[in-house]
């Protein structure tokens, strides 16, 4: 297991482009499973999520290919034995539930591993089923697996299964459970109205795919997204928006190391949370077209922060945040709203000489703090970006074990992060006895 060694204190300094969105990604790939041509997606992150999502699309009968700067899906024919989209893949990476929405829109079943527990949470799927019930779907829980049924559109036993478009209310704005609908919907028979949807700048992303590709959706990226349900979709060409978080990430170290990071072809309007906090924490921020600088001048002040749905503060960036309030001067309460088990990066800045107390959804961060190099373990994506981040402030060498971790959503990050004047090594392998 590769591991990063990293010698602090660094500063970060220079201009660092956004690779593209791994959470808007993962539903164009899925969305692959709906096309009737091939689709092209540029700017897609080559991180491991990626991987295995292609590897499961491959398994579901679409193919992919390289061809220069863009990934081409070619539309197939997922045969009877494989609908399915099988534990294997699933267990490694959750956002394989994304295959059940369009796999049922446009084969009229599917068969997918129920995706198990995770670091940060319970994450149950109730959502997604409960809204493809709402659109006629039969849906069966067994042996690890649910399977869905779309409704047969004729009399007889060869009417082919078709999805009817209906109205669904989120209990809570999901962000997949919000895609998987939407790809469920544009190819059933009618119209479909999804209440208290999320407004993700990556559920955006897929609408504008879809649509390219011939669906017709109103309202993405608000609460309520009507789709009027069409025969077929063809192909179509996409990029990907930015990644927001993986940007905010080299955002928050450049106000972490008293840096001065440029961050380029972003969406600004994305990232609005996160630059609010930063400017109210005493960071200098600036924005001109797509392009966003982050200076961190002078003495950071603590702030407190709750996660929030989008257009609130990012849950995917509290960790790094919590990072970025060792540094600052005073207490800040950070309240993670979104997932119920997302702290378990505070231990390991303790072993950094962090001041972290917990109590439940709450912590509660002293600052600033000294901090200094030491082994620590990586649990998830973002608390391994945020041990990165806070192994930068440290004086001494830090080493970040388990960062396979980071390998799903961060491409290229010592290299990025070597541009930036920070020196962060990769060694590879398990540690020597
Ligand atoms: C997406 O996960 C992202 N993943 C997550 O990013 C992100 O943290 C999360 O949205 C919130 O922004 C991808 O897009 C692939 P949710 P998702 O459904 O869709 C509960 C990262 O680091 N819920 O919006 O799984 C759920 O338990 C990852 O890149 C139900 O109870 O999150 C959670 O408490 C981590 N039942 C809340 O809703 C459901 O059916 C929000 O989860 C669905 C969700």
Known sequence: MDRFLIHGPATLRGRVRASGAKNAALPALAACLLAGEPVALTRVPRVRDIGTMRKLLDHLGVASEERGD???????????????????????????????????ARWGRARVSLPGGCAIGVRPIDQHLAGL???????????????????????????????????????????????????????????????????EPEVGDLARLLSAMGARIEGAGTET????????????????????????????????????????????????????????????????????????????????????????????????????????TGVATVSETVFENRFQHVPELARLGAVIEVAGPVARVHGPTELAGAHVMATDLRASACLVLAGLAAHGETTIHRIYHLDRGYERMEGKLHDLGATVERVRGPMPD
């Open 70 to 104: 863009a990934l081409v899906f070619h539309p197939g024919t997922p045969a009877e034995e494989n609908g399915e989209a099988p534990y294997e893949l699933v267990k490694t990476m959750r956002a394989s539930v994304l295959s059940l929405g369009p796999l049922t």
């Open 225 to 328: 997204i009507t789709v009027h349900g069409v025969p077929e979709l063809g192909g179509a060409r996409h990029e990907v928006i930015p990644d927001r978080i993986e940007g905010g990430t080299y955002l928050v170290g450049a106000a972490l190391t008293g840096g001065d990071v440029t961050l380029e072809d972003a969406e600004p309007a994305d990232l609005a949370p996160l630059l609010e906090k930063l400017a109210e924490v005493g960071a200098t921020v600036e924005v001109s077209g797509r392009s966003i600088r982050v200076a961190g001048t002078g003495e950071l002040r603590s702030a407190d922060v709750a996660t929030a749905p989008h257009p609130g503060f990012p849950t995917d960036l509290q960790a790094q945040y919590l990072a970025l309030m060792t540094r600052a």
């Open 133 to 199: 019930e709402a659109l006629g779907a039969d849906i069966h829980v067994a042996g690890g697996y649910v399977e869905a049924r779309a409704p047969r559109s004729g009399s007889g036993a060869g009417a082919a299964r078709r999805l009817r478009g209906g109205r669904f209310r989120f209990a809570m704005p999901t962000v997949t459970g919000t895609e998987n609908l939407l790809m469920a919907a544009v190819l059933a028979d009618g119209t479909t109205v999804l209440e208290n949807c999320a407004r």
